[in-house]
């Protein structure tokens, strides 16, 4: 890393300010002006809609494998996504998906 | 709402997030400790991860920035790079805005501060449950949620900076978040125009990873939305 001191600050600084601004900006500038129903209606699908995406590459080419798909890691995704389905429940999911995850990995570091 | 929570609604609605907050400690943890390891290992001194932490509060940017960092990347595309995987959270607060918006500017504002992929998820869930909820009790809801996890996130992240690189790579660290991910993903797939959403936002996804950080995820949400509201029409018509 070739930052300087004030280099390094200053990102942190635009960063912080930038990413409030973000999070600000309809909640702090609309208020409580009413948004038309469509709008509406496109942001109801805002988490199914960024989530999935954000998540899918780092599934199936995981940057701790170079890349490469690695099967303990789809199990333990697919483990992930079927509790959670099953059970509505995030925390079952999350844990049934990282009981997988080590068991994969612990026998791929045994075969 | 039951009738023992009309006495100091803002109170239990409080301590109701509090307590749904709480299960994401566990989600937030390992994520934080990684934070401190990597941003640690990439030579940033204490008080720069730190400032990150607090300040930027947002993980995924955190360690986009980072990454970028380490690639002695331009100034600019570490910030754009950053503020692109960030861009989600202006339709995060744009979707609270009709049970947020007549809330006091001062607490939209730290509600704002607070609006990170975890706090948004439960609050929004919460609040389409609740629509009976005041304005009042939502904001304090939020606030409850984001307090059990906001202080981990500080401490956890000072952790993985004194733990350095004690961490072995075998922990896998970095799939507890794609983990945690799908965990929120799988409840919300609660109806066709849900699950197309999904599937859009997957495929465009993959088909645009080549591009910026952030770009394509952008990109793919749109369509996703478009899909997801399209979907819903059609299955009105039909029914």
């Known amino acids: ?4 001191t004030t280099q390094i600050w200053l990102i942190i600084g635009v960063l912080a300010v930038g990413t409030f601004l973000i999070r600000f900006s309809f909640l702090g500038l609309i208020g409580d002006r009413p948004m038309p129903p469509l709008v509406l209606r496109l942001l109801r699908f805002t988490p199914v809609a960024v989530l999935p ?3 899918a590459p780092l599934v199936l080419w995981p940057a701790a494998t170079g890349g490469e798909p690695d099967l303990a890691r789809l199990i333990a995704a697919a483990t992930t996504l079927a509790v ?3 059970s509505r429940n995030v925390l079952w999911g999350m844990i049934s998906g990282a009981v997988v995850l080590y068991a994969g990995l612990g026998l791929t570091a045994l075969l | 709402m039951p009738t023992s929570t009309e006495k100091e609604p803002a109170k239990s609605a409080y301590w109701a997030g509090v307590r749904d907050g709480a299960p994401f400690i566990l989600v937030v943890v390992p994520f934080a400790v990684l934070f401190g390891v990597v941003a640690t290992d990439a030579g940033l001194t204490l008080a720069q991860a730190m400032g990150f932490t607090v300040l930027v509060i947002a993980g995924a940017a955190q360690f986009a920035a980072l990454q970028m960092m380490v690639e002695n ?3 600019p595309m570490v910030l754009l790079a950053a503020l692109a995987v960030n861009l989600r959270m202006a339709m995060y607060s744009a979707s609270l805005v009709p ?3 007549p809330a006091p500017l001062w607490k939209r504002a730290l509600v704002a501060y607070l609006n990170f992929d975890q706090t948004y998820m439960v609050a929004v869930t919460r609040y389409e449950a609740r629509p009976e909820m005041s304005v009042d009790d939502r904001v304090w809801y939020f606030f409850g949620v984001a307090t059990p996890i906001v202080p981990f996130w500080y ?4 952790v ?5 690189t004690a961490i072995p790579d075998a922990w896998a660290l970095d799939f507890i978040l794609p983990i945690a991910f799908l965990a929120m993903v799988a409840p919300m797939l609660k109806s066709l125009a849900h699950v197309a959403a999904a599937a859009m936002s997957i ?5 645009l990873n080549g591009l910026p950080s952030g770009t394509g995820l952008l990109i793919a949400a749109f369509a996703a939305m478009i899909t997801g509201v399209v979907v819903e029409i059609w299955q009105e018509r039909r029914a």
Not at chain 1, 1 to 4: E, I, L, T
Not at chain 2, 155 to 158: D, G, K, N, Q, Y
Not at chain 2, 160 to 164: C, D, K, R, V
């Open chain 2, 155 to 158: 401490t956890m992240t000072l």
């Open chain 2, 99 to 101: 049970y947020l918006g």
């Open chain 2, 203 to 207: 495929f465009v996804a993959l088909a």
């Open chain 1, 53 to 55: 995406g954000m998540v």
């Open chain 1, 84 to 86: 959670g389905l099953w």
């Open chain 1, 1 to 4: 890393m070739n930052y300087s």
């Open chain 2, 73 to 75: 990347a331009a100034l």
């Open chain 2, 160 to 164: 993985g900076i004194l733990a350095g």
